[in-house]
């Protein structure tokens, strides 16, 4: 008898920068009211889903060691979910490549949530709808509706509600990735602690950013940039200021820290800027490595699937 071995569905899905992170204050359900601007980066993962006998995930890339290959995995949570919508058995391979720094601030767990989401709504031939999707999504995480849709969006709520940017620019980034991860909840209880001591410095609104992002000039974005979590990131991992103040002497029109960090993410003039400033800033000492990115890029999307 012959076996067929089935095809895997596979989903790219991107990384994230926080252009403008406004945190508010706690929430009593222990999230904070945050205001921010997403941009959807190329630094992505691919997660393939395959039938099988029962649930597993595995990881490849270069932080695979570092990823939980069990039901504390988001992708594993997100085929739970997926199943228990459609009402049958979450018997699936979850195979995922990391391409995205691990608790690094780029949202590198909800990016594979939300591949994973797409990936079994195609192979179980689900039809979900965006809203379905949408919902299954933010109940895993605040970030993952964002990398579901990917662009640029205004994030409210938890970070969970969306309102699309138009765009039409290309933004060059680099990204500097530190030797050890921070831990986002450790993140906001740090800001949490310093704003319980003294007052450090909140981000103005986002009608200026909103208005350079429709304009495209990276140099008029660059002083826009901010994040309220930078704060806490540095007081947590101080040795972080050294790798900003190298980007920017590197070249970058500016740095922040990606979301609850401790990523560092340069804005270049363009793409020459970005490979002269990724150069200089891998010799430099102050990272554990450097990536080139660029954004937006679409969200969660199918790369490879099985012919019927
Ligand atoms: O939603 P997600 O599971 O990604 O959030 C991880 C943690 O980050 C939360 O448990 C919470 O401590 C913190 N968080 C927050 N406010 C938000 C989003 C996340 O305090 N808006």
Known sequence: MLSVVPTPVTVRAPSKVNLHLAVGDLREDGYHELRTVFQALSLSDEV?????????????????????????NLAWRAAELVAARAGREPAVAIMIDKGIPVAGGMAGGSADAA??????????????????????AAELGS???FCLHGGIAIGTGRG???VPVLSRHTFHWVLALAKDGLSTPVVFRELD?????????????????????AGGDPHVLAPLLGNDLQAAALS???????????GVEAGALAGIVSGSGPTC??????EDAAVTVSAELAGAGVCRTVRVASGPVHGARVVGASTP
């Open 143 to 145: 970030d993952v509706p």
């Open 265 to 270: 993410a340069f804005l270049c003039a363009d």
């Open 160 to 162: 969970e509600h969306l």
């Open 193 to 213: 602690r310093l704003r319980a001591e003294g007052n450090p410095r909140r981000v103005d609104g986002t009608d200026e950013l909103l208005h350079a992002l």
């Open 236 to 246: 947590l991992n101080p040795a972080l200021r050294r790798t900003l103040r190298a």
């Open 115 to 136: 591949a994973t989401l797409v990936a079994l709504d195609a192979l179980w031939h689900l039809g979900l709808g965006r809203d379905e999707l949408d919902e299954l």
């Open 48 to 72: 393939s889903v395959v039938p099988a006998d029962a649930l597993s995930v595995q990881v490849r890339g270069a932080d695979a060691a570092l990823v939980p290959a069990d039901s504390t």
